[in-house]
């Protein structure tokens, strides 16, 4: 039996791409009897809705029998892990998950795969950055190119280093078992997301749990154990 918490750290509501609101996402997860929820909305530099969307969440969360943080997907720009969103936006959120969604920026000449991983790197040396949102779920510009274990094990041992959670993402269905292996040798943290944008898909992530679990993750080992629910 599965005994790691259940809860859901990447959804998206109707500020963005998502179909629910902040509300309805919220009253779903009650239904569900989650331990903890984040909404991470796509925010960018430019989001002009930070402000309002903060005070939704914040006011239901003040109503809700489940634990929950308001949060923001960010987007990686290049190597040095640079996410696209000002410091005085990041700071309003519990937690931020930085994803790649495109080829982030790189140097001329720079092999695209080998960017990639860097940028992964680079992020998790990024101090704004809590999660690494749908990690070796590549752009489209990089299909069918296959990271080796060495630079798995780069991108693990940088996200243990600097406390940055590896998310196993139930949308996307990344990262491998092989990847969560090479992360758990390294001493990482874990998160889960359902990446959710409709309501009936909040919280479903329970497989995701089951994943972890069959690795050995202990619930110490989780991201909202180590910085929200102690």
Known sequence: MNTLPLFDWHLHANYTDGHASVAECIQRANEKQLHSLALTEHVRSDSDFVEKYCSEVRRAAAESRVKVWCGAEVRILNERGDINLGKDAAQRFDLIVASVHRLPERPEGRDAGEAYC?????????????????????????????????????????????????????????????????????????????????????????????????????????????????
């Open 118 to 230: 860097r940028a992964l790197i680079g992020a998790c040396e990024n101090p704004w950055v809590d999660i690494l949102g749908h990690p070796l779920h590549v752009p489209k510009e990089l299909e069918g190119w296959t990271i080796s274990e060495t630079q798995q094990r780069s991108i693990a041992r940088a996200a243990a280093r600097h406390a940055v959670a590896i998310e196993v993402n139930r949308k996307y269905a990344v990262p491998t078992r092989e990847f969560l292996k090479i992360c758990l040798d390294e001493g990482c943290l874990f998160s889960v997301g359902s990446d959710a944008h409709e309501r009936d898909d909040v919280g479903e992530v329970n497989g995701l749990l089951e994943i972890l679990a069959s690795l050995g993750v202990s619930d110490g080992a989780l991201a909202p154990v180590e910085w929200k629910m102690i």
